[in-house]
C-alpha cells in the first residue's frame, strides 16, 4: 500500500539558506500535518491543512511557510536557516473525515551547518 | 485543551519482563489513540490504533487499551527483548480540527 512519501530524506544547508521540504501524502488522504523533532524532543505541532486549507497552526515560525497544493501534496519551505532548525521534519496526512488514523512519513533530517 | 502525558520518561528491564507502558490524557473526547516507536535518528513505526469505539488492540507481543472515561491508554509488551529498546509515543487525535497531540515519550532500555 501506498504510504506518505517525503522528500528529500536528508538535506544539508548553510545558515540563513532556504530550504523546502516536500510531503506527498497518502492518494485521497485531504490533511496533512508538519511536525519538528528536535534530538532527543517529542515531535512539535507545525501546522496542518484540509483540503488545501490551513487548517491549524502551532509553533512554526514566521520564517516559515507551508501549503497544499490542488493534488494534496504539501511543501514546507524554511527561510533564513538558524543552526536550531536542525531537526526531523515529519509529515502525516489522514482521511479528515470518519476515522482520521494519521499515516506519518519517514521524515526529512535537516541539517544546518 | 488535550494534554497527553507519558510516565515514566525512561523505563530499563531485564529481557524478558512483561512491561506496560502509560499514556495519559486529559480530553476524552478523542476519536483514536496511536502507539508509535521510534529508534533513536529514525522515524516513526506505527504500532496499534484504537479507535474510540474500541477497548484493545493486539499485534504480537503488542496490546493496547484505551480507556476513555480514565483518560488513560496502555500498551502491553509481553516477553520483552533487547530489540523493543526504543522510545514509545502516543498519539491522541481530538477536536474538531482532527488535531494529533503528542506524549513526550518513553524511552525503553531491555537489558539483555
Known amino acids: 500500500a501506498a504510504g506518505v512519501i517525503q522528500s528529500p530524506r536528508h538535506l544539508i544547508k548553510e545558515k540563513r539558506e532556504t530550504a523546502t521540504l516536500k510531503c506527498y501524502p497518502i492518494p485521497r488522504h485531504d490533511t496533512v500535518y508538519w511536525y519538528q523533532q528536535g534530538p532527543g524532543q517529542d515531535p512539535q505541532f507545525l501546522i496542518s491543512?484540509?483540503?488545501?486549507?490551513?487548517?491549524d497552526k502551532g509553533s512554526i515560525p514566521d520564517r516559515f511557510s507551508a501549503q497544499q497544493f490542488s493534488d494534496y501534496h504539501s511543501e514546507l519551505n524554511m527561510s533564513s536557516l538558524e543552526l536550531g532548525d536542525s531537526a526531523l521534519y515529519f509529515c502525516?496526512?489522514?482521511?479528515?473525515?470518519?476515522?482520521?488514523?494519521?499515516?506519518f512519513g519517514q521524515g526529512t533530517r535537516l541539517t544546518v551547518v | 485543551k488535550q494534554e497527553v502525558t507519558q510516565i515514566p520518561a525512561a523505563l530499563s528491564v531485564p529481557e524478558g519482563e512483561n512491561l506496560v507502558l502509560n499514556c495519559s490524557f486529559t480530553?476524552?473526547?478523542?476519536?483514536?489513540l496511536q502507539w508509535f516507536r521510534q529508534d533513536p535518528g529514525k522515524g516513526l513505526t506505527s504500532l496499534l490504533l484504537i479507535q474510540s469505539s474500541q477497548r484493545e488492540q493486539t499485534s504480537g507481543r503488542l496490546n493496547a487499551s484505551l480507556d476513555k472515561s480514565s483518560g488513560r491508554s496502555t500498551l502491553y509488551i509481553a516477553a520483552s527483548q533487547p530489540g523493543d529498546s526504543a522510545t514509545y509515543l502516543c498519539l491522541s487525535t481530538t477536536g474538531r480540527n482532527y488535531q494529533l497531540i503528542w506524549g513526550a515519550g518513553t524511552k525503553l532500555i531491555i537489558k539483555p
Open positions: 480530553d476524552s473526547a478523542i476519536y483514536n
Open positions: 491543512f484540509y483540503e488545501k486549507m490551513q487548517s
Open positions: 502525516a496526512s489522514s482521511l479528515g473525515q470518519g476515522r482520521p488514523e494519521a499515516f
